[in-house]
């Protein structure tokens, strides 16, 4: 089995969606990127699932993230040295490879800007997971999702709820950064 098919199907992280499995196939996505989007997939799935019940009133598109999760970083299939340094070329590569899904693409493109006054509830939540994954808090970030949680909390308690569930997800950082390490950038 190549690389590229074991970090699709190596247990641990959910499996993506079969749509974004189609993209890096054609795409020929490096195996450590598919990992990658795998473990980014699987906690935006995570904290999804906790602000389902956390914050029943929030209206999230929960399609959209799953999507924008599992794909955000896939233009580092073409700027692969994106991969071991940092670099932004990947983010409008992105959206262009994602042309054919629309407004889906957008997460692609705007995953390293969550300081935009319009970003939306869907692009908070991926670049939340696209940190928390491997343990990296922000503190402006997670006071902008918290102020999303409503139910009648006061920030600085809403702040705290958000706190809980990010720092159990992050307790398994130093497993997701391993199983990602595993595959090879090439
Ligand atoms: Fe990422």
């Known amino acids: 089995m190549s690389a590229f098919e074991r970090a699709l199907a190596e247990p641990g992280p959910r499996p993506l969606p079969p749509e974004v499995v189609a993209v890096l196939r054609r795409v020929d996505a490096?195996?450590?990127?598919?990992?990658h989007l795998r473990l980014v997939h699987d906690v935006a799935a995570q904290l999804l699932d906790w602000?389902?019940?956390a914050a029943p009133g929030l209206v999230v598109d929960r399609a959209a993230v799953l999507f924008g999760a599992a794909t955000h970083d896939i233009g580092k299939a073409v700027h692969r040295r994106e991969l071991s340094e940092?670099?932004?070329a990947h983010e409008a590569t992105g959206a262009d490879l994602l042309r054919?899904?629309?407004?889906l693409a957008r997460f692609a493109a705007t995953h390293?800007?969550?300081e935009r006054p319009d970003?939306?509830?869907e692009e908070l939540l991926v670049t939340l997971?696209?940190?928390v994954w491997k343990g990296k808090r922000v503190d402006g970030l997670e006071q902008r999702v918290a102020a999303l949680l409503g139910g009648g909390r006061e920030p600085w308690e809403a702040f705290l709820v958000l706190d809980d569930e990010l720092t159990r997800v992050a307790e398994d950082a130093d497993a997701r950064l391993a199983f990602q390490a595993a595959f090879p950038v090439d």
């Open 86 to 88: 940092p670099g932004s």
């Open 112 to 114: 390293g800007q969550w």
């Open 129 to 131: 997971a696209d940190k």
């Open 30 to 35: 490096p195996p450590r990127l598919v990992a």
């Open 100 to 103: 054919d899904h629309g407004d």
């Open 51 to 53: 602000l389902a019940e």
């Open 119 to 121: 970003a939306t509830a």
